[in-house]
Structure formats: structure tokens, C-alpha cells
């Protein structure tokens, strides 16, 4: 699957920070794979964190990302830590 517009939602926005949610059915390793999250590239910053719902084999795992990098179209993020 792919990234869908519709699963991302605002929770909280702060002085330039803006705390996401996002839910799929995709697992972990695809939704951190490359350019998943290029679509949205005009609204996640740097600094900005994802709580997600991602699939485990049909069941749903909560992760939190974090914004890596956002330029050009290009959307990188990592599991925070």
C-alpha cells in the first residue's frame, strides 16, 4: 500500500511543531522505507513527530516517528528514540 492523505491528522500544533497522527495498514519497515511520506512533504517539518498505527502481521503496532528531513518533495523519517 501506499501513503494516504486521508490517515494523516493533526493532534497538536506549537509554536512551529506539529504533532501527527497516522494510521496503515503498511508495516514498520515500509512506512520508513524511502519517499513513503514524500506526498506530504508541504506539510511535515523537521522536528515534526508521528504517532502511528502500523500493521504486524494484521495486528495494529503503535511507533513514533520522528522528521528527519523534509526539502524539496523529499520526506525522511526515523523511529524516534
Do not use: C, E, Q
Not at 9 to 27: E, I, K, R
Request: hydrophobic content about 40%; overall charge neutral; charged content about 10%.
Amino acid at each position: 500500500m501506499a501513503y494516504s492523505a486521508r490517515n494523516l491528522s493533526v493532534l497538536s500544533y506549537a509554536n512551529g511543531f506539529t504533532l501527527w497522527h497516522y494510521t496503515t495498514p503498511d508495516t514498520h519497515a515500509t512506512a520508513t522505507g524511502g519517499g513513503y511520506f514524500n506526498d506530504a512533504a508541504d506539510l511535515l517539518r523537521k522536528g515534526d513527530l508521528i504517532l502511528a498505527n502500523t500493521s504486524n502481521g494484521g495486528s495494529l503496532v503503535a511507533k513514533i516517528y520522528s522528521v528527519t528531513a523534509s526539502t524539496g518533495g523529499a520526506v525522511t523519517i526515523a523511529a524516534y528514540a
